[in-house]
């Protein structure tokens, strides 16, 4: 029975290789871990805001979805749930209520379905330019491989943290308006 964790001498090259490198952006990780917690407790409060906002500027279509029986719950995320009776679904008035919450959201949802995209670009890019590293690069020209792997990794920060400038000064419009 063979083990699965056995590398072949390439690929112990290289993950030597890697090992050696990854220190150098562990300040980078945690800046990013650390920009990324701000991001989602931001989210957390635009959350909060929109919900508050919606049951301000929402209040008629609101009072007719409660009375017909449906709820919306907060939970201790932020996330919101609605229980819609099913009779109500396909009224008039509960389009009303969907429209007015659309517009009290200025299209957050569709913008944060994108940089969720653009946030899965970058995880894909880092690990296919690796991987084009090790395949096209032979591991006994480590400088070569070592120069290779450091530019996807340098270029995947420097997209990220862009990503998050990005999503927070979104969220910091979004929360003034």
């Not at 690990?127 to 450091?150: A, F, G, Q, T």
Request: proline fraction near 2%.
């Amino acid at each position: 029975m063979e083990d699965e964790n056995i590398l072949t001498p390439k690929e112990q090259k290289i993950k030597e290789i890697f090992d050696k490198i990854q220190p150098e952006y562990e300040k980078d990780n945690h800046f990013l871990a650390s920009k990324d917690n701000e991001i989602k407790n931001k989210i957390t409060k635009l959350k909060s805001f929109l919900f508050l906002k919606y049951q301000n500027n929402c209040k008629e279509h609101l009072t007719w979805f409660y009375d017909k029986g449906g709820k919306i719950s907060e939970d201790e995320n932020k996330e919101l749930t609605m229980n819609i009776p099913e009779n109500i679904s396909n009224d008039k008035n509960f389009n009303l209520l969907t429209n007015c919450f659309h517009e009290q959201s200025w299209d957050i949802a569709e913008f944060f379905t994108k940089m969720k995209q653009k946030y899965e670009d970058n995880l894909s890019y880092k690990e296919n330019c690796i991987h084009s590293c090790v395949i096209n690069i032979e591991p006994n020209l480590e400088k070569d491989l070592n120069v290779c792997i450091k530019g996807c990794l340098q270029t995947s920060f420097d997209d990220l943290n862009n990503y998050y400038e990005t999503v927070d000064k979104k969220i910091d419009r979004f929360m003034k308006i």
